[in-house]
């Protein structure tokens, strides 16, 4: 038993790291985009255009200044809003990060 | 953290901040509603009074439309322009309301 050979090193098998140059993570656009102007699109197809105040951990999204477009047209403006999570569909950056 | 000055932390935040004051609350189903916010949980269910429901009712009968079966409302929206629309709007109140949360899109706390 002793002298057995000793098992092989493990494969390569794990994915290889993301390059250095990566922009980040998910996490880390979203952290970027916070405070910045930004676009909220629904899953109904509906824009909110405002400033990131802050997420959690369901995508729930609170913004300022708040533009809702609707077939490329203002439906309304809120002052401050919440977005439930669950209808978000992508958040995009309206500025330089 | 929250380099903003509202000073609000996480989304619920603002939601906190409204309890006692009129909401507005966009919902699934092209239906709107403002009430005074008394109570609210994780889930985004709500209690709310004093409530005025707007319920958005889309009329197909647009040329686009006709001949189109069981087009869905924001599919409607997407391929016809608005003014082909024919929005009929019914209004409601109610005293006391309990929205479930899995039908809020969209909560607004009175502008400040």
Do not use: W
């Not at chain 1, 916070?34 to 913004?63: Q, W």
């Amino acid at each position: 038993m002793d002298d057995s050979p000793p098992p092989p090193p493990p494969e390569e098998s794990t994915p290889p790291p993301p390059p250095q140059t990566h922009t980040g993570s998910p996490t880390d656009f979203l952290k970027g985009v916070v405070g910045k102007r930004v676009i909220v699109r629904l899953n109904s197809g509906v824009d909110y255009r405002g400033i990131l105040s802050c997420l959690d951990g369901y995508m729930n999204i609170a913004m300022e200044q708040t533009e809702e477009h609707v077939n490329g047209k203002v439906t309304n403006r809120y002052g401050d809003a919440f977005i439930r999570g669950n209808n978000v569909l992508y958040i995009s950056a309206a500025e330089a990060l | 953290m929250d380099p903003s000055s509202s000073g609000i932390q996480e989304p619920f935040d603002l939601i906190r901040l409204s309890l006692s004051e009129r909401v507005f609350v966009k919902l699934r189903g092209d239906r709107e509603m403002t009430g005074i916010l008394h109570a609210y949980d994780g889930h985004m269910n709500l209690i709310l009074s004093d409530v005025e429901e707007t319920i958005m009712i889309v009329d197909t009968e647009s040329p686009e439309a006709q001949g189109t079966v069981s087009v869905r409302k924001h599919e409607v929206f997407g391929l016809i322009p608005l003014q082909y629309l024919v929005l009929q709007v019914a209004k409601r109140k109610m005293e006391m309301l309990f929205v479930r949360g899995d039908g809020v899109i969209l909560v607004s706390p009175p502008s400040r």
